[in-house]
């Protein structure tokens, strides 16, 4: 398999942002939620002026993964203000790490969460945290195995569905 790089998305990119974001969160979430709270949560989570908005702001970042030009995952940050929650300056947040389904237990993944950490050390950050929806398993599994802990839990809304995301965290 050819190498994967990393690059910073800028505002140009919205659309392959739209379009990779809404099928990697519909192919992790499709078989947990009905098509109803999916859509809905798909047309308001990636809309365009949504998405401009992320990608302008100077304290989030988005990285693409990509093989031969193909983007096949993503990885979303948040620093200071930026933070869903704990806007602590000490941490920062990895809001989204998502991978197309067929690239799934090649590391890329792993190659996002290693760069987020670098970011973060670069930042000077003494802790990352992130949320996960309880019942994603294998986003669990991989998140422990990478020394991540539970600490809290906060609800993540699809639709009408208000779902309970874990709260992690790991020291940088």
Known sequence: MPELQIRKASPE?????????????????HDTNTEENLSRYLE????????????SNPSSSIYFASYENDVVGYLKVNFGQAQTEFRDEGWFEI??????KDYWGKAIGQ??????????????CSYVWLGVWEKNYRAIRFYERSGFL??????FQVGNDPQWDLLMKRKV
Request: net charge negative; proline share 2%.
């Open 111 to 124: 190659a996002l969460l290693d760069f987020a950490l670098a970011l973060g050390s670069e930042k000077e």
């Open 44 to 55: 308001e989570s990636f809309d365009d002026e949504k998405l401009l908005d992320e990608l």
């Open 95 to 100: 809001e989204r790490i998502y991978v197309i």
């Open 150 to 155: 539970p600490f809290d839990k906060h609800i």
């Open 13 to 29: 990119d919205v659309s392959i942002l739209k379009r990779v974001g809404r099928q990697t969160f519909y192919e992790t979430f």
